[in-house]
């Protein structure tokens, strides 16, 4: 609502001829704004469920688990084993 009354006082201070061109730019958008997400297909909900599935597998393998971290909405990966990072072979290794 807010929104809509901010655009109105924008529009007022326009030409008048531009009123109704505006209100109608507005309106499209604020439309697209609140418009329902499309439902996934049964193809893409398979594909990501596989995708879970492949990431539950790596962290379990891995012993790792992520968390939220403590600002923002950010994750964290934390691993149960101390990785070191070897930059000639660009591998990790474990402690």
């Known amino acids: 609502m807010k929104l809509a009354l901010e655009a109105e006082t924008a529009i007022i201070q326009l030409l008048i001829l531009d009123h109704e061109y505006y209100r109608k730019q507005v309106a499209d958008s604020t439309e697209t704004l609140h418009a329902p997400d499309e439902p996934h297909s049964f193809l893409q909900y398979k594909l990501t469920k596989t995708k ?33 990072y070897n930059t000639t072979t660009q591998k990790y290794k474990t402690l």
């Open 52 to 84: 879970i599935k492949i990431h539950k597998t790596n962290l379990k393998n891995n012993e790792a688990i992520i968390k939220k971290a403590d600002k923002g909405n950010s994750t964290v990966t934390l691993y149960n084993k101390i990785f070191l």
